[in-house]
């Protein structure tokens, strides 16, 4: 699976972004879908993951009820709404698949190139 990120870019305290992943080379539908970030000086950090269908999703406890993880199969793309970004959501978000739906980053195995969130305060 090849996945390339889109999407970010600087926004101020409050505001909203929504990132793309889009997936071309196997079934896309067969893979659950993951977003991570890496800030500066940090580790790799789980995000939100959504299972194949669309029937279960997860949420870091930093990003509940202010970012929303959804999948549109038929054009094998997954997003990540953001709203009420906050400085410390500053970072590189990463999309990732894996055959297993986990939180895990270890369990996915095809990553994006990554695209960079700045929020400004």
């Known amino acids: 699976v090849q996945l390339q990120a889109s999407g970010g870019g600087l926004v101020q305290a409050g505001g909203s972004l929504r990132l793309s992943c889009a997936a071309s080379?196997?079934?896309?539908?067969?893979?659950?879908m993951g977003w991570f970030r890496q800030a500066p000086g940090k580790e790799r950090e789980f995000v939100s993951a959504?299972?194949?269908?669309?029937?279960?999703?997860v949420y870091a406890d930093s990003v509940k009820g202010r970012f929303t993880i959804s999948r549109d199969d038929g054009k094998n793309t997954v997003y990540l709404q953001m709203d009420s970004l906050k400085p410390e959501d500053t970072a590189v978000y990463y999309c990732?698949?894996?055959?297993?739906?986990?939180?895990?980053?270890?369990?996915?195995?095809?990553w994006g190139q990554g695209t960079q969130v700045t929020v400004s305060s």
């Open positions: 990732a698949a894996t055959r297993t739906y986990s939180t895990a980053s270890r369990e996915y195995d095809y």
């Open positions: 080379g196997r079934t896309f539908s067969n893979y659950a």
């Open positions: 959504i299972s194949w269908s669309a029937f279960r999703t």
